[in-house]
């Protein structure tokens, strides 16, 4: 069963940047931008706004994680700083012209999924629009100019993964995933997406050494435990495929997917009494459909044992 997993942490923090340049003073302003552990940050885009003027401008950091603001007016200013991977944060200081302006510290926390810039965000939208409408080229086509314009976005390539997945490019998606995996190697969605490609390759043994690889107390989501489940239950590992679809159920207790498919993980084991009332919580469920009648003669048959 195919799955494909879209994980993105959406943070907007908006700022104006005009072409006129109202903002224009004689000051100065700089800083300085650490991570959580005192460590410089390269690359981090600084963006000022002035109150008054309702215009900015915007710089990088140094290697050193030195920014500086030239010739600009008094004033309130409000300072942005983002840079992928990292929380973007907003500071208000008051610009002098008159006197020297202290630096401003800030520190980037790091955040799991992307922080998005606006240019970035539009450019998801329209991806994940496009995937949903079954557009994969065009969604493709975002995607690819996110990772162009932002390389450090490696978590884009979940999304890149999932378009030649869904195209049946198991090997294009493979490797779209295993560029998260070097970046991320406990990334869950990730290292199960690996596992489905090759489990709809046919390759059922590969598919289950990388379904080992994550920890099971982790996984949360109804749907992928239920993939799970039915991987080891093709692969006739019941005392396997029993833990996940018991906690697929536990998660959404009225699937009945997971409910038939536990059913039948029960009779596998020969354990008649749990698939016996498995099946019979089914039936509150989908009392009249074909399968219901198949169900209905599974009870009736344990019943007579």
Known sequence: MKKAVLVVALVLVAALVCSAQDYKGKARQGGVVFDEKGAPLEGVTVKLFSVRAQQGFEVKTDKNGKWMGAWIRSGGWTITFEKIGYAPQNITVNVQETAKNPDVTAIMVKVEGLALTDEIKALLIQGNADFEQQK????LASYQQIIAKYPDAYI???NIGNCYFSQEKYDLAEEAYLKVLEKAPGDINAIISV????SNRGDSAKALEWYGKVEFEKIDDPIVLFNLGTSYYNNSKFEDAL???LKAVEKQKESPDALYQLGLTYLNLQ?????IATFEDYLKIDPDSPRAAQVKAFIEYLKKK
């Open 271 to 275: 354990k008649n009494a749990e698939s």
């Open 136 to 139: 994969f080229d065009a969604a």
């Open 195 to 198: 596992g489905n490609c090759y």
């Open 156 to 158: 884009i390539y979940g």
């Open 243 to 245: 833990k996940f679809y």
